[in-house]
């Protein structure tokens, strides 16, 4: 164990503030909320802590700040957490979302205020440690964790159709985690058969990755347990055609809920492509490559056609993310260092711009209780910061130059072309397509003559409040320093993304398309 745990603290202060508001009146909610707001910015304080003392470029992704202790000593299963710059970058990116998440939920949240603050902090464990796991077993229980609280929030504080859309969440996520189970088991007797019967380091996934990387799991093992991973991991993201859960959970979820489920629990799907599927199973990796290229690729051009014919404002928001999160595989998936450096980029990038687009539908709802975008008109007479910023941010998603949302995008596409022109022409054409769809829908919120519905809710229509503005300006302060400095997350990630090309083979992918 390490002589300062900075891991753990980062990840079970969360569930300490749960404790402690578990403790708490039920008739002073003002309590639960401070309380859990403090907690979690207290594990944003830490995470920093993490970034000032990480150093960067280790050859091999070596992780550090290791914590390692027995946990199932007969079956080789530890509590071991570790951190490479990949982990770190998206433990930061949690922690703050976390905060303001619980922030923008002080005024929305009104009833059982004490239950939904234990679930959100529960929630945040899960996630943290999801990215800090070093052992499969481990990384198993924590990936379930965050589907209790996650269920809760939607299913108690969610909207009318919250049970339908609970139960649809649930049940596509744990077909996939226990079919991950299933090969999470499968990997560790293999690797335990290979080792004369010692499960020692069965579970580990750098001894794994190490077994993977000389010996091998069998091409039979390889294809039957990545498909395992697969299924798991695209739920998550989510792929087509794997995705109709998410737009119903976006639109019953919270505010609060929604942004969470953007901005980190998407990423969890693609965290574990370049954490675990790659390096364990490579070969599997390069077979099915190309057919998740082409479902990456349905992806970006359904998402957009779908998003542009959305009449609710929030559905709109989701299924731009299925969008969105297609460049992320596919810049996993062409096996290049810009792809992937491109698809690190935009799980960052997407998780602080459709996170804030989130909290800015939340703020319409809040004044209007409707979200139809035909009903909309007018809005930047009445609310010109709020137009301002929502403009901002749908710049950002767009993909405008200066902004983060660009760079990830157009490494992507570089890699893209690297690997197959025709691959990288259809997605710069989704791009433009996505850019119509997201200003069109500016266009109709907010220019022209203010509209009858507004002009009937009189005095509610108010611009944004302090509070709101203080959960924006983080997210539009690091959309603007990511968009000029990069560099930032690049060289914090650029030994794990050589360690998962070099265990793949950079470039390998089978071409789909016969003339290539």
């Given amino acids: 164990m390490a002589a300062f745990p900075i891991l753990s603290i980062v990840t079970f202060l969360p569930l300490a503030g749960a404790i402690v508001i578990g403790f708490l009146p039920r008739n002073r909610p003002d309590l639960a909320r401070w309380t859990a707001l403090g907690t979690s910015g207290l594990a944003w304080l830490f995470s920093l802590l993490l970034l000032v003392g990480f150093l960067p470029g280790r050859p091999g992704g070596g992780f550090q700040f290791v914590e390692q202790a027995d946990w199932i000593p007969a079956f080789g299963i530890q509590y071991k957490l570790g951190a490479d710059g990949l982990s770190l970058i998206l433990v930061l990116l ?10 923008a939920s002080f005024g929305p949240i009104k009833e059982r205020v004490k239950e939904y603050m234990i679930s959100f902090l529960i929630l945040e464990v899960g996630m943290i440690g999801v990215f800090l796991s070093l052992d499969l077993f481990l990384f198993y229980i924590f990936w379930e964790v965050v589907l209790v609280p996650m269920y809760l929030i939607i299913g108690i504080w969610g909207g009318p159709r919250r049970i339908y859309a609970t139960i649809k969440f649930v049940l596509y996520t744990l077909v996939g985690s226990l079919l991950m189970l299933v090969a999470i088991l499968a990997t560790a007797f293999t690797y335990a058969q290979g080792h004369g019967g010692s499960f020692v380091g069965a579970f580990d996934f750098i001894h794994l990755r190490d077994y993977a990387a000389t010996a091998g799991f069998s091409n039979t093992l390889q294809m039957f347990a990545f498909a395992a991973f697969f299924l798991a991991f695209a739920i998550k993201i989510p792929m087509f055609p794997f995705h109709t859960w998410l737009p119903d959970a976006h639109v019953e979820a919270p505010t609060a809920g929604s942004v969470i489920l ?15 599927a790659l390096p364990l199973f490579p070969e ?19 998402g957009a056609i779908v998003a542009l014919v959305q009449p609710d404002l929030k559905k709109l928001v989701a299924y731009s993310s299925v969008s969105h999160m297609g460049f992320v595989t596919l810049g996993i998936f062409i096996f290049q260092p810009q792809g992937m450096n491109g698809a690190i980029l935009q799980m960052v990038n997407h998780g602080l711009i459709t996170g804030a687009l989130f909290l800015l539908v939340g703020v319409i709802y809040e ?3 409707d979200r139809t ?6 809005l930047a007479s009445l609310t010109p910061v709020y137009a301002a910023t929502f403009g901002f941010f749908v710049f950002a998603s767009v993909g405008l130059p200066g902004l983060s949302g660009f760079v990830g995008e157009f490494l992507v596409f570089v890699g893209a072309w690297a690997y197959s022109p025709v691959v990288a022409a259809i997605a710069a054409f989704v791009m433009i397509f996505a850019a119509g769809y997201l200003l069109w829908m500016f266009q109709r919120m907010f ?24 959960t924006l ?17 690049l060289d914090l ?6 360690s998962v090309l070099g265990s793949v083979g950079a470039a390998t992918a089978i071409h789909l398309l016969p003339w290539q």
């Fill in 262 to 276: 953007a901005g980190v629990l998407l990423k969890l799907g693609g965290y574990g492509f370049i954490r675990f």
């Fill in 94 to 103: 949690t922690t703050t979302l976390s905060w303001i998440s619980i922030l």
């Fill in 493 to 498: 990630v650029s030994g794990t993304v050589n």
């Fill in 473 to 489: 300006v983080p997210l539009g302060t690091l959309v603007v320093v990511f968009g000029l400095f990069p560099g930032l997350i």
């Fill in 284 to 302: 599997a990796a390069r077979t099915y490559g190309p057919w998740i290229i082409a479902l990456s690729l349905i992806a970006i051009i359904y």
């Fill in 367 to 369: 004044r209007t209780h």
């Fill in 373 to 378: 975008i035909a009903k909309m008109g007018g």
């Fill in 447 to 470: 220019t022209g003559d203010v509209s009858e519905f507004f002009a009937g809710l009189g005095h509610h229509i108010t611009d944004l409040r302090p509070v709101e503005i203080v």
